[in-house]
Structures are given as structure tokens and as C-alpha cells.
């Protein structure tokens, strides 16, 4: 589905990612895991458009994506939350998801079931985004995501900071996708988590993948965390 071969991208002169691959196929969770500064972030905002690629391709389906503009990406089906939140703040929660729907021309149907998933934006549609927890706020982000029936979902450490409650309820909803057959790249720094929900996990250090692993074959106490994740 989502296939990245060979990739060089970075910010003006410095580059950060070097021949970076990688493949998400549909209804598979692919967690990246990698220290502070390995080029995580940096990745999904390349898949996005939001930083160049010099080298290299990323097609979705087939079709070539890296070529696009950044505001033409979601519209080919690549929902994006990304590292620290960024809602429309000034915007209430049901103006928030309108913002979602329009993106792709989704209709109530896609509301009704983004909403069904997080019932607790349902009771606080019209609250301005920015009054909301930071749980809630990252609830919002992802089904703003979600009004897209995005084929892709990336997620950038979406359960930083926030509570246990919260983060199961994150949890449970990237594994109720992977039965949509949607294809959830999920960064995410903590070996349990990651172990509990990814098919696959893929290492990177120094921008670029170094390792993927099946993670039914991987466990705690697995080399791979030690190497790359520093714990
Ligand atoms: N906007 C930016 N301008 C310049 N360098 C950046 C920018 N954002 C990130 N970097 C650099 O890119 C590298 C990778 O960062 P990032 O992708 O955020 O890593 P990670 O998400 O794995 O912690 C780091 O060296 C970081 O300093
Ligand atoms: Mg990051």
C-alpha cells in the first residue's frame, strides 16, 4: 500500500534522512521506534509533504505521493496527527471534525462513525477545541484524521503525556482500524506498547531504518530495544 524506497530528505541543507525505506500494507500496525533525534518525526512529515524529498519515491497504491503538494496529500487518503497536537484551537470540536470531512467530501455517515468511536467529543461538540484535555485534544486530532477513511494513519507519539485511560482507549482504537484494513504507521517510544499492538516494528537510528522485526518474534528483552531504543 504505502511503499517509501530509498528516501533523502531533510531541512534546507541539513539532511536528516539517508536511503530510508519502508512498507505499510493495508490493516497492518507498523510501529517506529528510534531515540530522540533518529528522524521519526521527520519521516511522516516526508510522507506528508510537509519536508522535501530530494532522493527516492513514496508511492500510495502505486501512485507517486512525493511529488505532490502538502495540501494535496490528504486528499489521496493519508491522515496525519502529528508529535504534540496541532488542532484548530480557535475552532469548536464539531467545527474541528467539519474540517476533517471536507477534506476528502465525507458526509454524516463517516461523522456518525469517527464520533461512535470517541463518544466523548459527541457530548462537547460545541467546546472550542483549545479548552479541551490534552487527551481529549489528541481524541479530536485523531478523529479529525479519521474523517478522511484515510487508507494510511500516522500517528507521532500520540500518547505522550497523557493518562492511562487515554492511552488504552488509543490503543483500542488503532487495533479496531487494523479490522477496517487501514495501515497505521504508530511512533511510539515505550517497548510494552509498542509490543501489544504492532505487527511489525521497524528501528531507526541515524535517519534511516535500520532493522524491521515481525513483532510476534520480538520481546522485551529483545536486543533490538536495547540497541536502538536505549533502554
Ligand atoms: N525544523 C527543523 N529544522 C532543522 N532541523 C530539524 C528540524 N526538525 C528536526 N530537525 C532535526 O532533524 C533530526 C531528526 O529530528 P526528528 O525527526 O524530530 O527526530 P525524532 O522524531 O526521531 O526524535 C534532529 O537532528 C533534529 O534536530
Ligand atoms: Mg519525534
Not at 486528499?75 to 474540517?99: C, K, M, S, W
Amino acid at each position: 500500500m504505502l511503499q517509501i524506497e530509498g528516501i533523502e530528505a531533510g531541512y534546507g541543507a541539513v539532511q536528516v534522512l539517508r536511503k530510508l525505506s519502508l512498507t505499510a500494507s493495508a490493516g497492518e500496525v507498523l510501529c517506529v521506534m528510534g531515540r530522540n533525534g533518529a528522524g521519526k518525526s521527520t519521516m511522516l512529515k516526508t510522507i506528508v509533504g510537509q519536508v522535501p524529498v530530494t532522493t527516492g519515491t513514496i508511492t500510495l497504491d502505486g501512485t507517486r505521493i512525493d511529488t505532490l503538494p502538502a495540501h494535496e496529500v490528504p486528499r489521496h487518503g493519508i491522515g496525519y496527527v502529528p508529535q504534540g497536537r496541532r488542532l484548530f484551537g480557535d475552532l469548536t470540536v464539531a467545527e474541528n471534525i467539519e474540517v476533517g470531512l471536507m477534506t476528502r467530501a465525507r458526509g454524516p455517515r463517516v461523522r456518525d462513525h469517527v464520533l461512535d468511536l470517541f463518544p466523548r467529543l459527541r457530548e462537547r461538540m460545541g467546546q472550542m477545541s483549545r479548552t479541551l484535555s490534552g487527551g481529549e485534544q489528541q481524541m479530536l486530532a485523531i478523529a479529525r484524521a479519521l474523517c478522511l477513511e484515510p487508507k494510511v494513519l500516522l500517528l507521532d507519539e500520540p500518547t505522550e503525556g497523557l493518562q492511562p485511560s487515554m492511552i488504552a482507549l488509543i490503543r483500542d482504537t488503532v487495533v479496531a482500524l487494523k479490522e477496517t484494513g487501514v495501515a497505521t504507521i504508530l511512533v511510539e517510544q515505550r517497548v510494552d506498547a509498542a509490543l501489544s499492538v504492532a505487527d511489525r516494528i521497524a528501528f531507526m537510528s541515524g535517519g534511516t531504518v535500520m532493522e524491521t522485526q515481525d513483532a510476534a518474534g520480538l520481546g522485551a528483552a529483545s536486543e533490538q530495544f536495547a540497541t536502538y531504543v536505549g533502554i
